[in-house]
């Protein structure tokens, strides 16, 4: 049985001050909650103020990126170690704006995964299709091959998957239970084609315009583990429903 696995991800959103309150409000609406792994990626300026707050609770901090090299002359980036050192237990890699945006490929999330399990750090690793991938019939194609190269000679733990149609990032539009379902079915298989049966053990999350009101029925479906949540992670009360979700 696959824990469910819960995680925000703010991107570039809050100060330390925001973040601070938002721990103050958050931290009694989840203090009881079991049987769910919860995780937040804040901005790097708050990873410090959140690894504070959350010290001795049941949540998870994780970063939002990380570059594959150990130190150096690589400025502005931020290595694995340093998240390791700051409290990290997970960090993000391959998100579709990283893809999209700052030109990452699939070569380079393999090298990050690789450099971010050395020092013990626990990878969300993000796949997905645009819209116009999704309308000419290549989902699967581009999920196969996403999967194959972000996780070429990567060992089958420390990792979770998360699958988020690029269509429904921060549009309001979500994919149908069906198209998860379907699209997470797929993933399972393919993971199951490396890994034989460790497979069943690794969790693959929706990302995707999840909210409080979408929440029960997307983790409905058998092969949805979980979500990675953006805009609705901003606010505490909206994050705990999602977390405490109403289970089928």
């Known amino acids: 049985m696959r824990t469910p696995f819960i995680s925000a991800n703010w991107k570039m959103n809050k100060t330390v001050d925001e973040t601070a309150a938002f721990f ?3 931290i009694p609406l989840v203090r009881d909650t079991e049987g769910v792994d919860i995780v937040i990626a804040p901005p790097f300026t708050s990873l410090h103020t959140a690894a504070t ?8 901090l994780a970063a939002q990126n990380v570059y594959f090299e150990d130190k150096g002359a690589f400025t502005g980036e931020i290595s694995p170690v340093m998240l390791s050192d700051i409290g990290c237990s997970y960090v993000i890699i391959g ?3 990283r893809r999209q945006y700052f030109g990452e490929t699939d070569e380079v999330v393999n090298k990050k995964i690789k450099a971010s399990h050395k020092y ?9 299709e645009s819209l116009q991938e999704r309308e000419t019939g290549k989902t699967f194609e581009v999920l196969k091959r996403q999967v194959a190269l972000g996780l070429k000679d990567i060992p ?3 990792i979770v998957i998360a699958y988020e149609p690029i269509w429904a990032i921060g549009t309001g539009k979500t994919a149908t239970t069906e198209q998860a379902q379907e699209a997470h079915n797929f993933i399972r298989r393919e993971l199951a084609s490396l890994y034989g049966g460790a497979s069943e ?6 990302g995707g315009s999840v909210t409080p009101e979408n929440i029960d029925a997307l983790m409905g479906c058998p092969d ?9 992670s901003l606010k505490a009360e909206s994050f705990a429903r999602i977390v405490n979700f109403k289970r089928s």
């Open 95 to 97: 998100h579709s704006e």
């Open 24 to 26: 103050k409000d958050f």
């Open 201 to 206: 053990d690794i969790r693959i999350l929706y």
């Open 224 to 232: 949805v583990d979980g979500a990675l949540v953006g805009g609705a």
């Open 53 to 60: 707050m959350i010290k001795g609770t049941n949540i998870n």
């Open 156 to 158: 089958a733990t420390n």
């Open 120 to 128: 013990g750090l626990d990878v969300i690793m993000c796949i997905g």
